[in-house]
């Protein structure tokens, strides 16, 4: 870590302000079930109520695909007002839902987003997660991703839905830029590339496309991408958990460097040892979101109330989620 600021970002000045923009709801890891065996009750509530507790007033729950739309849909009706929210859209994981399912699988998607917007406006946030992952092309070959992807995009554009779009890239950048140059111009409320991991000069290329880049534990895993963090535009910078996934490991460098003046987390237990009021360990939660704010502060060597109020903003403007 070499030519980084070596300085950890100070105790917050003021209680801050969090939005967790992107949360999955749906794994199995918030149903208690790891590696396909039971260990505890299903408690996402449970960590939705640490959230809050932690200053994280906005969670949103990202959409993998269409047959978990009336499960995020129920979880954020559930919640105190103004505080979850949910996205609509297919994830490239599922990419093949659609060409499996024939067209009336996009049709349902149509009409699952229309309800939504005409019906309860307030809990729904974005389109998506719609993209690409060359990550996990088992799921889902590349022909079957941008398929999927530009379907979506095209039908996005065609019913000029006023939503900003929540959009995935993983190891498939030059195709993906590709595809969105087509789309960007048509795009009424702009979009955020969530989970980024990628060079600097990538993610300017994003934001030259006016779009905002999200950031977790994911995007600091090389040199690279945190040479990438440290040079986000403030005005373009999102962050996430990106829960349940994304946990930051103890012996993580820039956790040593960074994080010795936050706030100490709540108490966690091994799954097997599963208590309502814990962690569990491994397993993320939005309530830390807190370490990817320190962190992102320490790697521009600013404040964390800089890059807290900055992303709190910038969520808050896009996804509408002062108007419920």
């Known amino acids: 870590m070499s030519g980084l600021p070596v300085n950890a970002p100070r105790a917050a000045a003021t209680r801050l302000h969090f939005a967790d923009v992107a949360?999955?709801?749906?794994?199995?890891e918030f149903k208690g079930i790891y590696r396909g065996k039971q260990y505890h009750h299903a408690d996402f509530p449970n960590t939705l109520d640490r959230a809050l507790s932690a200053g994280v007033e906005k969670v949103i729950l990202t959409g993998m695909s269409l047959h978990d739309v009336s499960s995020n849909l129920e979880i954020a009706k559930s919640r105190p007002a103004g505080s979850c929210f949910f996205t609509i859209g297919v994830h490239p994981y599922h990419a093949a839902e659609p060409l499996a399912e024939g067209p009336s699988y996009l049709e349902k998607l149509k009409d699952s987003v229309d309800t939504n917007l005409q019906q309860d406006r307030r809990h729904l946030a974005a389109y998506g997660e719609i993209g690409l992952d060359y990550d996990r092309l088992n799921l889902a070959d590349k022909s079957t991703q941008l398929a999927t992807f530009k379907a979506q995009l095209?039908?996005?554009?065609a019913n000029q839905w006023d939503?900003?779009?929540?959009?995935?890239?993983?190891?498939?950048?030059?195709?993906f830029v590709q595809v969105m140059s087509s789309y960007v111009d048509a795009l009424p409320r702009r979009g955020l590339v969530h989970s980024f991991v990628g060079s600097r000069e990538q993610m300017e290329k994003l934001v030259s496309m006016n779009l905002d880049v999200s950031v977790n534990g994911f995007s600091f895993q090389t040199r690279e991408s945190l040479d990438m963090v440290a040079a986000i535009p403030l005005a373009h910078l999102q962050i996430e958990t990106d829960a349940p996934w994304g946990d930051?490991?103890?012996?993580?460098e820039v956790v040593k460097r960074y994080l010795t003046n936050m706030p100490t987390l709540p108490a966690s237990k091994k799954k097997d040892k599963w208590e309502a009021d814990s962690m569990v360990k491994e397993r993320n939660e939005s309530c830390t979101i807190a370490r990817i704010a320190y962190i992102v502060a320490g790697l521009k060597g600013i404040s964390v109330?800089?890059?807290?109020?900055?992303?709190?903003?910038?969520?808050?403007?896009?996804?509408?989620?002062?108007?419920?």
């Open 23 to 28: 949360v999955t709801a749906t794994a199995n």
């Open 154 to 157: 095209d039908m996005f554009v």
């Open 163 to 175: 939503l900003p779009l929540f959009l995935h890239c993983r190891n498939s950048f030059d195709d």
């Open 248 to 252: 930051l490991k103890p012996t993580s």
């Open 305 to 324: 109330d800089e890059v807290a109020g900055a992303a709190w903003e910038n969520s808050v403007k896009m996804f509408r989620l002062a108007e419920s």
